[in-house]
C-alpha cells in the first residue's frame, strides 16, 4: 500500500503540465538521437545538460531520463533500417531486425521492439518502485567510512568492465579524480590547481568537460569516417505483429524484462551487456536455433526488451546509495549535484517529489514512446536520410552556445574545445571516457567521504577495514583488481615458458 501511495504522488508530480512537457521532450529528442547513428543518449545528455539549469530539478531528471530509454527505443530503427546501430545497445538488433527487413517484415521488426520495449519498460518501473525503498532503508546505515569504500568498489567495477586494458582504464580513473579536485579546498579555503585562474576557483565545470569529450570529440571522430546508408522498405501497414508473432516473442519479451532489470543494477555494463545476453539466451532456448542471424522475431524481441529493462534498472544505485552505474547515470548525478541535491537514501524522504515524479515520469514516458515509434515511422525514415554534413555543423553549434550560456565564460568555452581535442586524440588511441567522467564526478564525494571518516576516528586508517560493510566493498574492490592480473600473469607464464 506504501508503494501505491508514493506512485499516486508522483504521478501527481508527473502529470503536471510543465512535466508533461519536459518528459516528451526528453522521449522524443531520446528517439531522434537513437535514429541517427553516431551520437547516443550520452551524447545527447551531456549537450542537453546545460539546459537543465535553468528548471526545476524534478523537470531536469525527467526530461534526461526520457532521453535516455527514448534513444533504447530509437536505436532499435536505423539497427533495422539501414544496419547501423543508433547506439551501442541496439548492436545485436541488427543481426535479425535487418535481416527482417531484407524480407520485406521491417515492419513487423519494428513493432515488436517497439511493443516489447513498451511491456518491459513498464515492468521495470514497477520493480524500481518495489526494490527502492528497502534498498534506500539499507543504505541509511551507511557513514563516511562506507560511503567512501563504496565509491572505490564503483570506480573498479567501471574500470573491470571497461573495453581494453585496465591500465588505460586506471589511467583515465586517476585523470578523473585529480579533475574533480581542482579548485577550493572546503576545509583549508586554498585554491588548487587554479593556475591562477580564479574562474577555477569553483573547480572545472562538467558541462565544459562532458561536451567536449562526447560531443566535439565525436564530430571529430565521424567526420573521417564515410558513413553511407542503404535504408530499407518499410511497409507501415505491417507494423503490428501477427499472432505467430507474438507466439514467438512473448518469452523473449519476459525473460529479457526480468534479465535486462538485474543486469541494470550492477555496474558497468547496463544496456549492452543486457542485450548480449538476452540474445544469447533466447539463442540457446530456441527451438530453432539455426534460424537466429536470418531474421528470427525473437532475435529482435529479447535484446529490445532487455535493453530498455536495464534503463529502468540503473536508476535503483543511483537513486537509493548515490553511486552511478555507467556514464550515463555518472552525468545524471552530476545535473542533481548542479542543482544542489545529493543522490543517496536521504533523497527519497527529503525531495520525495523528485524521486516519485521521476518514477511515475517512465511510466508516462513509455506510453509515449509506443505512440512515438508506431505511427511516425515514416518521419524517423525521413531524419535517417539527413546527411551527416548538414548535421555535425549544428552539433558544434549547440555545444559552443551550450557552455557559453552557462557562466557566460570564454573559459568554459576554451577547455570545451580543449577536451574535445584531448578526447578525440584519447580514442584514437583506444581510452574510455566513461571512467574520467565517472570519477571526476565522484573524487569530490570520495575525498570529502576520505576526509570526513579520518577526521571522526582521529586519523585511523584501519577503520575502512575493521567495519564490516566497509572492508567487505573494499576486499571487493581488491579482488576485481587482482582479477585482471591473472590473464596477464598466464600470459608471462607462457611467453616465459615459450622462450626457454
Same mark, same amino acid.
Given at each position: 500500500?506504501?508503494?501505491?501511495?508514493?506512485?499516486?504522488?508522483?504521478?501527481?508530480?508527473?502529470?503536471?503540465?510543465?512535466?508533461?512537457?519536459?518528459?516528451?521532450?526528453?522521449?522524443? /529528442?531520446? !528517439?531522434?538521437?537513437?535514429?541517427?547513428?553516431?551520437?547516443?543518449?550520452?551524447?545527447?545528455?551531456?549537450?542537453?545538460?546545460?539546459?537543465?539549469?535553468?528548471?526545476?530539478?524534478?523537470?531536469?531528471?525527467? @526530461?534526461?531520463?526520457?532521453?535516455?530509454?527514448?534513444? @533504447?527505443?530509437?536505436?532499435?530503427?536505423?539497427?533495422?533500417?539501414?544496419?547501423?546501430?543508433?547506439?551501442?545497445?541496439?548492436?545485436?538488433?541488427?543481426? +535479425?531486425?535487418?535481416?527482417?527487413?531484407? #524480407?520485406?517484415?521491417?515492419?513487423?521488426?519494428?513493432?515488436?521492439?517497439?511493443?516489447?520495449?513498451?511491456?518491459?519498460?513498464?515492468?521495470?518501473v514497477f520493480l524500481l518502485a518495489l526494490l527502492a525503498p528497502p534498498l534506500a532503508r539499507l543504505a541509511l546505515t551507511f557513514g563516511p567510512p562506507e560511503y567512501f569504500s563504496l565509491m =572505490?568498489?564503483?570506480?573498479?567495477?567501471?574500470?573491470?568492465?571497461?573495453?581494453?586494458?585496465?591500465?588505460?582504464?586506471? =589511467?583515465?580513473?586517476?585523470?578523473?579524480?585529480?579533475?574533480?579536485? /581542482?579548485?577550493?579546498?572546503?576545509?583549508?579555503?586554498?585554491?588548487?590547481?587554479?593556475?591562477?585562474?580564479?574562474?577555477?576557483? +569553483?573547480?572545472?565545470?562538467?558541462?565544459?568537460?562532458?561536451?567536449?569529450?562526447?560531443? =566535439?570529440?565525436?564530430?571529430?571522430?565521424?567526420?573521417?569516417?564515410?558513413?553511407?546508408?542503404?535504408?530499407?522498405?518499410?511497409?507501415?501497414?505491417?507494423?503490428? $505483429?501477427?499472432?505467430q508473432d507474438w507466439k514467438e516473442s512473448l518469452g523473449p519479451i519476459f525473460r529479457g524484462t526480468f534479465l535486462g532489470f538485474f543486469l541494470g543494477i550492477l555496474p558497468g555494463g547496463g544496456?549492452?551487456?543486457?542485450?548480449?545476453?538476452?540474445?544469447?539466451?533466447?539463442?540457446?532456448?530456441?527451438?530453432?536455433?539455426?534460424?537466429?542471424?536470418?531474421?528470427?522475431?525473437?532475435?529482435?524481441?529479447?535484446?529490445?526488451?532487455?535493453?530498455?529493462?536495464? !534503463?529502468?534498472?540503473?536508476?535503483?544505485?543511483?537513486?537509493?546509495?548515490?553511486?552511478?552505474?555507467?556514464?550515463?547515470?555518472?552525468? @545524471?548525478?552530476?545535473?542533481?549535484?548542479?542543482?544542489?541535491?545529493?543522490?543517496?537514501?536521504?533523497? *527519497?524522504?527529503? #525531495?520525495?517529489?523528485?524521486?516519485?515524479?521521476?518514477?511515475?515520469?517512465?511510466?508516462?514516458?513509455?506510453?509515449?514512446?509506443?505512440?512515438?515509434?508506431?505511427?511516425?515511422?515514416?518521419?524517423?525514415?525521413?531524419?535517417?536520410?539527413?546527411?551527416?554534413?548538414?548535421?555535425?555543423?549544428?552539433?558544434?553549434?549547440?555545444?559552443?552556445?551550450?557552455?557559453?550560456?552557462?557562466?557566460?565564460?570564454?573559459? +568554459?568555452?576554451?577547455? *570545451?574545445?580543449?577536451?574535445?581535442?584531448?578526447?578525440?586524440?584519447?580514442?584514437?588511441?583506444?581510452?574510455?571516457?566513461?571512467?574520467? =567522467?565517472?570519477?571526476?564526478?565522484?573524487?569530490?564525494?570520495?575525498?570529502?567521504?576520505?576526509? #570526513?571518516?579520518?577526521?571522526?576516528?582521529?586519523?585511523? $586508517?584501519? /577503520?575502512?577495514?575493521?567495519?564490516?560493510?566497509?572492508?567487505?566493498?573494499?576486499?571487493?574492490?581488491?579482488?576485481?583488481?587482482?582479477?585482471?592480473?591473472?590473464?596477464?600473469?598466464?600470459?608471462?607464464?607462457?611467453?616465459?615458458?615459450?622462450?626457454?
Open positions: 500500500m506504501e508503494v501505491i501511495g508514493n506512485l499516486l504522488q508522483g504521478f501527481g508530480v508527473a502529470l503536471q503540465p510543465m512535466n508533461l512537457l519536459f518528459c516528451f521532450v526528453g522521449v522524443f /529528442v531520446g !528517439t531522434l538521437i537513437g535514429v541517427l547513428p553516431g551520437i547516443g543518449p550520452l551524447g545527447a545528455i551531456a549537450l542537453l545538460l546545460p539546459s537543465t539549469f535553468y528548471i526545476p530539478p524534478e523537470s531536469a531528471l525527467i @526530461m534526461l531520463a526520457g532521453i535516455y530509454y527514448g534513444a @533504447m527505443y530509437g536505436g532499435s530503427t536505423t539497427s533495422i533500417l539501414v544496419n547501423i546501430p543508433g547506439e551501442a545497445a541496439s548492436v545485436v538488433t541488427c543481426i +535479425d531486425g535487418h535481416q527482417m527487413a531484407k #524480407q520485406g517484415r521491417a515492419g513487423a521488426a519494428l513493432g515488436i521492439a517497439a511493443f516489447g520495449s513498451f511491456i518491459g519498460g513498464s515492468i521495470t =572505490v568498489l564503483g570506480l573498479c567495477i567501471l574500470v573491470y568492465l571497461a573495453n581494453g586494458p585496465i591500465s588505460k582504464a586506471l =589511467v583515465m580513473a586517476a585523470l578523473g579524480i585529480v579533475l574533480g579536485i /581542482v579548485g577550493t579546498d572546503t576545509i583549508s579555503g586554498r585554491s588548487r590547481f587554479t593556475f591562477g585562474f580564479f574562474e577555477l576557483d +569553483d573547480g572545472i565545470g562538467i558541462i565544459p568537460v562532458v561536451m567536449g569529450l562526447f560531443g =566535439v570529440s565525436e564530430v571529430l571522430l565521424n567526420v573521417e569516417k564515410n558513413m553511407e546508408r542503404s535504408i530499407a522498405a518499410v511497409k507501415l501497414k505491417g507494423l503490428l $505483429p501477427t499472432r544496456a549492452i551487456l543486457s542485450s548480449f545476453a538476452s540474445y544469447a539466451m533466447e539463442k540457446k532456448l530456441s527451438p530453432r536455433p539455426e534460424a537466429f542471424g536470418r531474421g528470427a522475431i525473437a532475435g529482435v524481441a529479447g535484446p529490445e526488451t532487455a535493453n530498455n529493462a536495464a !534503463t529502468g534498472g540503473a536508476f535503483i544505485p543511483l537513486l537509493t546509495i548515490g553511486i552511478p552505474t555507467n556514464a550515463v547515470m555518472a552525468l @545524471m548525478l552530476g545535473a542533481l549535484v548542479i542543482h544542489g541535491l545529493q543522490p543517496g537514501p536521504l533523497i *527519497m524522504k527529503e #525531495q520525495p517529489a523528485l524521486f516519485w515524479g521521476t518514477i511515475a515520469s517512465m511510466y508516462l514516458g513509455n506510453g509515449m514512446l509506443l505512440l512515438l515509434n508506431l505511427p511516425f515511422i515514416g518521419l524517423w525514415v525521413q531524419i535517417l536520410k539527413v546527411r551527416y554534413t548538414l548535421l555535425f555543423p549544428y552539433i558544434l553549434l549547440f555545444c559552443l552556445i551550450g557552455v557559453f550560456g552557462v557562466n557566460y565564460s570564454l573559459l +568554459d568555452t576554451w577547455l *570545451m574545445l580543449g577536451f574535445g581535442v584531448f578526447g578525440y586524440l584519447l580514442r584514437k588511441l583506444d581510452y574510455e571516457m566513461a571512467p574520467l =567522467v565517472l570519477a571526476m564526478i565522484l573524487g569530490p564525494l570520495f575525498e570529502n567521504a576520505l576526509r #570526513q571518516s579520518l577526521i571522526i576516528f582521529n586519523g585511523n $586508517p584501519l /577503520v575502512f577495514f575493521t567495519r564490516p560493510i566497509s572492508g567487505a566493498f573494499l576486499a571487493g574492490a581488491l579482488l576485481l583488481l587482482l582479477s585482471n592480473l591473472l590473464p596477464w600473469m598466464r600470459s608471462r607464464k607462457k611467453y616465459l615458458a615459450d622462450n626457454d
